[in-house]
């Protein structure tokens, strides 16, 4: 029998050829391996988990608003209302009338319809006194004697003054007779109006201050010219004061 003999050359070439396959997978295998990510699990966070819920946010802000407004209004409730500053006017000066002295004159004691009598309001209009109204009135001798140089004419009265409307402003510890004349502006209504003292008797008695005082009760017919009345013109007003017992009503005695 006849064994063919192994033909080594052959051999060793297949044998070189296959070592350097394998060491060719090798590498292959061992570049993919070292070439190809990782695939690492997911880490696991140890901290808790934080969720927010959007409506239930929305819910509470809404209620704290609502409690917040309402806390406002109990402390607006609660806290004292400031009273608004008072308004400091400055007082209105009063000019108190001077005090006149009762009298000594036994005439000046009236009762309540001796004085409502006396109210010239509740006179009718149209009741004349001494003065018609007829004719031109008759003026001063000489020009220039009334205040600033005008003429004064002699007053005719409209009405009378009475004892109530003059006896107020009598003096205290005045002479038992004597007159006082003062010079007065005729103005509308029978009025007369800006009195200025022209003479007394006896003098320091005071009664021309007393007719000057009461002169804005006088009711006066304004001068005549040409049968004209001549209102604003100034007339000359004497009052004669004698201390008898008269009646209430009655003039004082002269004019």
Not at 154 to 171: G, H, I, K, V
Not at 177 to 206: I, R
Request: hydrophobic share 40%; aromatic share 8%.
């Amino acid at each position: 029998m006849n064994i063919p003999s192994i033909p080594w050359a052959k051999v060793r070439q297949r044998a070189g050829g296959l070592a350097f396959a394998l060491v060719l997978n090798l590498l292959l295998l061992l570049a993919l391996f070292t070439l190809s990510p990782r695939f690492e699990p997911p880490r696991q966070d140890e901290r808790l988990p934080v969720t927010f819920d959007v409506e239930a946010g929305k819910q509470s802000e809404e209620a704290q608003a609502k409690a917040d407004k309402s806390q406002e209004r109990e402390q607006k409730k609660a806290a004292p209302q400031k009273a608004a500053a008072p308004v400091v006017r400055p007082p209105v000066p009063v000019e108190k009338p001077a005090e006149q002295p009762p009298s000594p004159f036994p005439f000046l004691t009236l009762d309540s319809t001796q004085m409502a009598a006396a109210d010239i309001g509740n006179l009718p209009k149209g009741k004349a006194g001494a003065g018609s109204g007829q004719g031109d009135s008759k003026a001063v001798v000489g020009p220039g004697e009334g205040p600033g140089g005008v003429q004064l004419f002699e007053a005719e009265w409209y009405r009378r003054p009475t004892n109530a409307e003059l006896s107020p402003y009598l003096p205290q510890n005045a002479p038992a007779k004597g007159w006082g004349l003062v010079a007065c502006k005729t103005v509308d209504h029978y009025h007369v109006e800006n009195c200025q003292t022209l003479g007394e008797s006896p003098l320091g008695s005071g009664f021309a201050k007393a007719v000057r005082l009461a002169a804005w009760q006088f009711l006066v017919l304004p001068p005549r010219v040409d049968g004209k009345a001549m209102v604003g013109s100034w007339v000359r007003i004497r009052i004669d004061y004698t201390r008898t017992t008269v009646s209430a009503d009655g003039p004082p005695g002269g004019e």
